[in-house]
């Protein structure tokens, strides 16, 4: 019983180590010159707006293009279930705080973290451009970033959308598991 007490303890341990280093990593902004800020999609409202959580991806992908570290911004989703592109609902959000349509280029098949990266890279490969940032979520950024590497792409930086809410709670621990099993499986 005692070995059953320590082993279920070290996994613990071990799963709460690895999601503070998750959520560290996820804090640390690394802006950096990029030809792309890949931002993947989330919710879109019955308005058919980008979520505040959505928005405040876009507005850390709104600052960094401002701030001239990338020329070209990807927006990837898909419909979900609201009935919405995803990436269209983006690509009129940053149109609308100024970002020329020329500069956006929509992914309407980003279905999952997967998808979304091997969709960029094939589009990053069309266009000929070699290093992109990420700009997503938190707890997020780590798997998307792997997601992105694993395709083939150099992520040159990082940001996170400074949003935080209750969700986060089951948001966080969620993506240290979908990490782990991203990493093991690929």
Do not use: C
């Amino acid at each position: 019983m005692r070995k059953i007490t320590v082993l279920g303890s070290s996994a613990v341990g071990l799963f709460l180590l690895a999601t503070a280093a998750l959520v560290l990593d996820g804090l640390n902004d690394k802006p950096a010159p990029a030809d792309v800020i890949v931002v993947p999609g989330n919710t879109i409202l019955p308005d058919g707006t980008p979520s505040p959580r959505l928005q405040a991806r876009l507005d850390a992908t709104l600052k960094q293009f401002q701030e001239h570290r990338a020329p070209h911004i990807l927006v990837s989703g898909a419909t979900g279930k609201e009935g919405f592109d995803e990436a269209a609902a983006m690509a009129r959000y940053l149109q609308s705080r100024g970002v020329p349509a020329s500069a956006i280029l929509e992914d309407n098949q980003g279905w999952t973290t997967d998808a979304t990266a091997r969709n960029t890279a094939l589009l990053m490969r069309q266009h000929g451009w070699q290093t992109a940032m990420v700009a997503t979520q938190y707890f997020h950024v780590p798997r998307f970033r792997l997601a992105l590497e694993r395709a083939g792409i150099s992520v040159s930086g990082q940001v996170h959308a400074p949003y935080f809410e209750l969700r986060d709670l089951y948001s966080v621990p969620r993506e240290t598991v979908g990490y782990a099993v991203y990493f093991m499986r690929h």
